[in-house]
């Protein structure tokens, strides 16, 4: 699954599982640029930071002019960037229902706005968008981040129809992650946690190195076929 000669954009890409692709990319031979907010966490090589708002669209824009300009392609876009703002639908303002749409969906589709057609033009590329077990199956408190979550997988089923309309092969899938050990699950009570593996058949929660490892096979060209779909990675996990 190597990426050799290719550049690949992760949004999110500062800490938690954005990292790990990032760097495991780095790792198998890609260029990466690494979109945050936030300064990077770490250090890699092969892996350069852009400071990226993916909700404002003329950003993203020239960031993809930035990207095309310096490393003349784009062969692979993880659309990463995501928050939570959670609360039961009855308390839930619209400042969290509108942050999280902003972020989660519009910034998605503001990155894939600009770099699927241009990987249209350069003859094929693959599109990640990371969902999550929320999005196939929803959850209690959640319902704007179900929603996003939903949202890109319907995006991804989409594009993989869009972008290759013309017989250009770019493709675009989903991920959707289970429960997985990132910074954001430490402010989880353990007993939480503890339930939430039981609820999996492997009986553990994830390890962002297998979101990175599934996110790697799919931007490689072992994943040649693969289109239009949604790789599950939640240990058989059902909310």
């Not at 954009?9 to 500062?14: N, P």
């Not at 703002?85 to 942050?99: H, S």
Request: glycine share 10%.
């Amino acid at each position: 699954m190597n990426l050799n000669g290719k550049t690949a954009v992760i949004t999110g890409g500062a800490r938690g599982l954005g990292a790990e692709m990032a760097k495991l990319f780095a790792e198998n031979g890609a260029r990466v640029i690494a979109c945050d907010m936030n300064e990077l966490q770490y250090t890699c090589a092969d892996v350069e930071f852009y400071k990226l708002d993916v909700t404002n669209t003329e950003a993203c824009k020239k960031m993809s002019e930035y990207a095309v300009e310096k490393y003349k392609k784009i062969d692979i876009l993880v659309n990463n960037a995501g928050i939570t703002k959670d609360a039961m639908t009855k308390k839930m303002t619209d400042e969290m229902w509108d942050m999280v749409i902003a972020v989660n969906l519009k910034g998605v589709f503001n990155m894939t706005k600009f770099i699927g057609p241009h990987m249209e033009e350069t003859g094929g590329g693959s599109i990640i968008n990371i969902s999550s077990v929320v999005g196939e199956y929803g959850n209690i408190g959640q319902v704007n981040y179900a929603a996003s979550k939903g949202g890109v997988i319907s995006m991804a089923k989409t594009w993989a129809k869009e972008f290759a309309r013309k017989g250009v092969p770019v493709r675009c899938n989903a991920i959707a992650p289970g429960y997985i050990l990132t910074d954001i699950l430490k402010t989880v009570p353990q007993e939480l946690l503890d339930k939430f593996a039981a609820s999996t058949m492997l009986g553990r929660l994830g390890r962002p190195d297998e979101i990175a490892k599934a996110a790697l096979f799919l931007a490689s060209d072992d994943a040649s076929y693969i289109t239009g779909t949604v790789l599950s990675v939640n240990g058989g996990m059902r909310l």
